[in-house]
């Protein structure tokens, strides 16, 4: 069934909207509260297992400029939704960062990603825990499009297999590079707290790092995997 452009992007800018309150939420509660970066793993990787459980269907839920970019670059996705969907998940973000700072009081730092270590280790850590990310998504979208055509409970498994994989990874990330640089792997998680807080330290890092990181993984799955049972067939 195809689905509009429309309602791809409103499922996008929802399930944005939904992770980045919750990823922004709970970072400013462990700051309020003085707690550790695991509360913030577990919070953001199960958020990110029901948002792609609930969305995942309707728009991919990439909730990621980094992720949209790299799935148009491997032809996942056609160049001209790139804008739309960029432009909906930092909407959603800037939404959500001033919703937030409309709740908390007091606001403390707005749950905005900066450096604890220099420039260029955060640098490496958000390329890291990118890549890791996206070759990730690339490998659970890739194991996605064969089942398709599948009878729906069967999509269903499906889609519940690839949000629990995929959290579990943002869970790790987190919990890797959480203490050194919040490990955003999103621009648009950055973007919208920084807005909101008008704390623009390091931002160069968070938007550049996560993309290439982005890239790279999605480009090592594409080079790894395995050909096409179809394209098998005709060189045979």
Request: charged letters at 10%; hydrophobic letters at 50%.
């Given at each position: 069934?195809?689905?509009?452009?429309?309602?791809?992007?409103g499922?996008?800018?929802?399930?944005?909207?939904?992770?980045?309150?919750?990823?922004?939420?709970?970072?400013?509660?462990?700051?309020?509260?003085?707690?550790?970066?695991?509360?913030?793993?577990?919070?953001?990787?199960?958020?990110?297992?029901?948002?792609?459980?609930?969305?995942?269907?309707?728009?991919?839920?990439?909730?990621?400029?980094?992720?949209?970019?790299?799935?148009?670059?491997?032809?996942h996705?056609?160049?001209?939704?790139?804008?739309?969907?960029?432009?909906?998940?930092?909407?959603?973000?800037?939404?959500?960062?001033?919703?937030?700072?409309?709740?908390?009081?007091?606001?403390?730092?707005?749950?905005?990603?900066?450096?604890?270590?220099?420039?260029?280790?955060?640098?490496a850590?958000?390329?890291?825990?990118?890549?890791?990310?996206?070759f990730?998504?690339?490998?659970?979208?890739?194991?996605?499009?064969?089942?398709?055509?599948?009878?729906?409970?069967?999509?269903?498994?499906?889609?519940l297999?690839?949000?629990?994989v995929?959290?579990?990874?943002?869970?790790?990330?987190?919990?890797?590079?959480?203490?050194?640089?919040?490990?955003?792997?999103?621009?648009?998680?950055?973007?919208?707290?920084?807005?909101?807080?008008?704390?623009?330290?390091?931002?160069?890092?968070?938007?550049?790092?996560?993309?290439?990181?982005?890239?790279?993984?999605?480009?090592?799955?594409?080079?790894?995997?395995?050909?096409?049972?179809?394209?098998?067939?005709?060189?045979?």
């Amino acid at each position: 069934m195809d689905i509009s452009l429309g309602r791809k992007v409103g499922a996008e800018f929802l399930g944005t909207f939904l992770l980045m309150s919750a990823a922004i939420g709970a970072a400013i509660e462990k700051e309020k509260s003085q707690g550790s970066v695991v509360g913030c793993a577990v919070i953001s990787g199960v958020t990110v297992m029901i948002i792609i459980c609930s969305i995942g269907h309707i728009s991919g839920a990439h909730l990621n400029p980094a992720v949209t970019i790299s799935f148009a670059v491997i032809e996942h996705m056609p160049w001209k939704n790139v804008p739309v969907y960029i432009g909906a998940q930092v909407l959603a973000s800037v939404s959500a960062a001033f919703a937030l700072k409309l709740i908390f009081h007091p606001f403390m730092s707005g749950g905005v990603t900066v450096p604890s270590v220099g420039y260029g280790q955060a640098f490496a850590a958000e390329f890291m825990v990118s890549f890791t990310l996206m070759f990730v998504v690339t490998a659970v979208a890739d194991g996605t499009r064969v089942v398709r055509e599948f009878p729906g409970i069967i999509m269903v498994q499906v889609r519940l297999f690839a949000g629990i994989v995929v959290g579990a990874t943002v869970m790790i990330n987190i919990l890797m590079a959480g203490a050194a640089t919040g490990s955003s792997m999103n621009p648009a998680r950055t973007l919208g707290p920084a807005i909101a807080a008008h704390n623009y330290k390091g931002i160069w890092i968070y938007l550049t790092a996560p993309i290439l990181g982005s890239l790279c993984g999605a480009g090592a799955y594409t080079v790894l995997k395995l050909p096409d049972r179809n394209t098998t067939m005709q060189e045979e």
